[in-house]
């Protein structure tokens, strides 16, 4: 999908969890990604979908109530993405309202939304996530363009041999294989260093926009070693030796 084609609503259909989660972050950076290729996963509008704190982008979920979540989500809270919807975005081009459960809406909230979808704002746009497609109005679902494939297919790329070994390492979470993979490459020039904590990087960001498979860590771990890789990077550009740089790694990987 690029940026070109980009529907002002989507609606999400399979069941409820961490791949359907997964799908509405990875389509709400294609609408905010600021680089070349969406989701790029490098641009700070990536960085920030992906780290759940971009000021554009609003989770809508049922609300806490005095004895735990509501059954449904409220016209209320309908209401309230609809005015929120007509100001102009914080920082980028566009605001994207994720609603989790739609079918959680009532009658009175999904006609509030149908309003909104009917002559949406410009800069705003809507995903919708079900795992029940028909507890929606007919006239909500014929407004929204309809996803139910979200593996990674024809978006899927090729990552680096090494950095895939590397994050296959990380994953498994044994010190002693760690140490001895960074002491192997403890020889490497400069410009294959260099090379190495790109792929890596590169890895990582393709992994948290679901475009390549992930070894088994858990996206707060994604984010630490893509933190790490940051640091690994700036102290070569300050002429740390390759040596120094995989001795942190050896160190910090697991941490």
Not at 84 to 94: I, L, T, Y
Not at 205 to 224: K, M, T, V, Y
Not at 243 to 255: P, S, W, Y
Request: hydrophobic letters at 40%; glycine letters at 4%; aromatic letters at 4%.
């Amino acid at each position: 999908m690029t940026q070109q084609r980009i529907s002002h609503a989507y609606m999400l259909v399979g069941p409820e969890g961490e791949a359907r989660d997964s799908a509405s972050r990875r389509l709400a950076a294609v609408m905010l990604c600021s680089g070349d290729e969406a989701p790029c996963g490098h641009c700070r509008n990536c960085r920030k979908v992906f780290s759940g704190i971009h000021p554009d982008v609003t989770l809508v979920t049922r609300q806490e109530g005095t004895s735990g979540l509501h059954r449904e989500i409220l016209v209320e809270q309908i209401r309230a993405v609809a005015a929120s919807a007509s100001v102009a975005p914080n920082e980028a081009a566009r605001k994207v309202y994720i609603i989790t459960e739609a079918d959680r809406m009532n009658r009175l909230a999904q006609n509030a939304l149908l309003k909104v979808l009917e002559e949406p704002p410009g800069h705003a746009c809507f995903i919708l996530c079900t795992a029940a497609a028909d507890a929606l109005l007919e006239t909500v679902r014929s407004r929204c363009v309809r996803v139910d494939e979200w593996e990674r297919g024809e978006t899927a790329c090729v990552l680096s041999p090494l950095a895939t070994a590397y994050l296959q390492m990380a994953a498994r979470g044994d010190q002693a294989d760690t140490v001895q993979f960074c002491m192997l490459r403890a020889k490497l020039t400069r410009e294959e260093t260099e090379t190495f904590l790109e792929d890596v990087r590169d890895a990582l960001w393709a992994i948290l926009c679901s475009r390549a498979e992930n070894p088994g860590l858990s996206q707060d771990r994604l984010f630490a070693l893509n933190a790490l890789v940051d640091r690994a990077e700036d102290y070569l550009r300050h002429n740390v030796a390759p040596k120094q740089i995989f001795g942190m790694l050896a160190a910090e990987t697991l941490r």
